[in-house]
């Protein structure tokens, strides 16, 4: 399997729709990709909190119409990063849009961990409450957001749900680059699973991004990683690692916390 990470600078002076025209562009160059990922809230950059309320967009609104688009143009399965979603509601979410390669809504997720400590994210935006797996041909992919890396067991639960490949779009700090490093690999480790987290550069309302967007197979190895710029990390790996990863060190079978108690008699 090929993958496409793009990792993109949400810069400021560039409008929403200009941003999209690009993306939509540098999707449809990845037609050699099987999956392609974007960054978490590229249309207004994650720490531009001022944005969230104006630039929120239902969920069939104009990111999901260009993604869907070129998705469907490049012939691709499309993780199109997240979008600010304004509910019928009017809760605003941190939601993530995934594409099949005919341009159809494969899945949608719903970021569970909020960030910000009583700020920002954590209160404009309400909480998903659903796990999100998408199958794949060849892989099963697990969906999570950013700050969802810091909690290992969602990602245990995604590998309950039989996640293989776990995707995770981020707008992580530069400040805190070492732990995005560590806990990606972390995650792969812990879960014998393919890791594909996709950053973004530059810089949001005053906050340096860290880039380095990584792909990590089922054994922690670094397969490839960007730099702090603007880049498109392709990576070629075999989804059939996971499951001789698993089979050659079951560690997952040896699980004792965590699991459903048998029912007594």
């Given at each position: ?87 019928p509601d009017g809760t605003l979410y941190n939601t993530s849009l995934v594409f099949s390669p005919t341009g159809d809504l494969a899945a949608s997720y719903r970021k569970i961990h909020r960030f910000g400590f009583d700020k920002g994210e ?144």
């Open positions: 399997m090929r993958a496409s990470l793009i990792q993109i600078a949400v810069e400021e002076g560039e409008s929403v729709e200009s941003r999209r025209r690009r993306v939509a562009s540098l999707v449809r160059d990845q037609n050699g990709a099987d999956l392609v990922v974007l960054p978490e809230l590229w249309t207004t950059g994650a720490f531009a909190f001022e944005e969230f309320d104006a630039e929120a967009e239902p969920l069939r609104g104009p990111t999901y119409e260009a993604m869907a688009k070129a998705a469907s143009d490049a012939g691709v399965w499309l993780h199109a990063g997240s979008i600010p979603e304004r509910a954590a209160v404009l935006m309400g909480a998903g409450r659903e796990l999100v797996t998408v199958p794949l041909p060849g892989t099963t992919v697990g969906v999570a957001t950013c700050y969802d890396l810091r909690f290992p067991e969602l990602f245990r639960s995604l590998v309950d749900a039989g996640a293989e490949t776990l995707v995770i779009p981020a707008g992580w700090p530069e400040r805190r680059r070492a732990h995005w490093t560590l806990l990606a690999r972390a995650r792969a480790v812990e879960n014998q699973a393919f890791v594909l987290a996709c950053g973004t550069a530059g810089t949001h309302a005053g906050v340096p991004q860290a880039g380095h967007s990584i792909v990590v197979d089922p054994w922690g190895e670094v397969l490839a990683e960007a730099g702090a710029d603007e880049e498109i990390l392709t990576v070629d790996f075999d989804p059939g690692k996971v499951a001789t990863t698993r089979e050659q060190f079951p560690a997952l079978k040896d699980r004792v916390l965590g699991l459903k108690a048998p029912d007594r008699p």
